[in-house]
């Protein structure tokens, strides 16, 4: 059955990358969420997508010019009442020990390169003891091939805007278990070929209902959405096949 990952929590509803949001994300019955981090002036792994915090925050500038304790401050919630913080990475692995839910930490290192990101993310892993439940994706594959030599036990999948030919043989080749490529970017053979060469498939992000029958038809690892509830009403209609 074809799981799903909330992006960037509950995001359809909820303040994207939010302890609000992955909360939301659990109740609404999602099979993991999906999470992007980087790092502060002070070195501190925090939950957000964009390099600057203008976007998503209270506040302006770079994440990388911020401390920790002053990120704290801003408010990451555009979509409610109530304050919420920008997380780090240790508040939402110590919540992910209270549940099963599977976890896509996107090493957003593209732009800006992270002095000692990837040890930090498999130290923080392997800390709460949850190298079994993580997939590190990123679309800096090198940061990718790295994670693996670290710590070949924790799963990892190299993001893709554009399709790319035989896909299977380029995860082998940097001992990546998954892909996660743009949804519109993977005809229906590629996906099925993909899979049966033993290579997980988790396509971003699929809000759309004709993309969510498609990859739930196709018995797809797993989407990536941002309206879990959604998908999880659509996927109801595939539970009863054979």
């Not at 915090?53 to 994440?63: A, M, N, P």
């Not at 209270?98 to 000692?116: D, F, M, S």
């Not at 196709?218 to 959405?225: P, Q, S, Y």
Request: proline share 3%.
């Amino acid at each position: 059955m074809t799981q799903i990952f909330a992006h960037r929590g509950y995001s359809a509803s909820f303040a994207e990358n939010t302890m609000g949001a992955f909360v939301e994300a659990e109740k609404a019955r999602a099979d993991g969420i999906e999470l992007d981090v980087q790092l502060t002036k002070d070195g501190e792994i925090v939950v957000i997508h964009d390099e600057k915090v203008d976007r998503t925050t209270s506040g302006k500038g770079f994440i990388k010019d911020f401390l920790y304790k002053d990120i704290r401050k801003l408010n990451a919630n555009n979509k409610g009442v109530k304050k919420e913080s920008i997380p780090s990475l240790s508040e939402v692995l110590e919540w992910l020990k209270t549940n099963k839910l599977q976890c896509n930490i996107e090493l957003k290192n593209g732009l800006i390169t992270y002095e000692g990101m990837e040890e930090k993310v498999i130290q923080l892993v392997r800390k709460y003891g949850l190298s079994d439940r993580i997939i590190i994706s990123s679309f800096n594959h090198y940061s990718i091939v790295y994670c693996y030599r670290l710590a070949p036990e924790i799963e990892t999948a190299p993001l893709f805007i554009e399709g790319i030919y035989m896909p299977w043989i380029y995860s082998q080749s940097i001992k990546a278990k998954g892909i996660h490529p743009k949804h519109s970017a993977m005809s229906d053979n590629i996906i099925i070929n993909t899979m049966e060469n033993g290579i997980a498939v988790r396509p971003y992000t699929v809000n759309k209902d004709a993309d969510m029958h498609r990859l739930f038809n196709l018995n797809c690892t797993a989407i990536i959405t941002d309206d879990p509830v959604k998908a999880f009403k659509i996927r109801k209609q595939y539970e009863k096949r054979p």
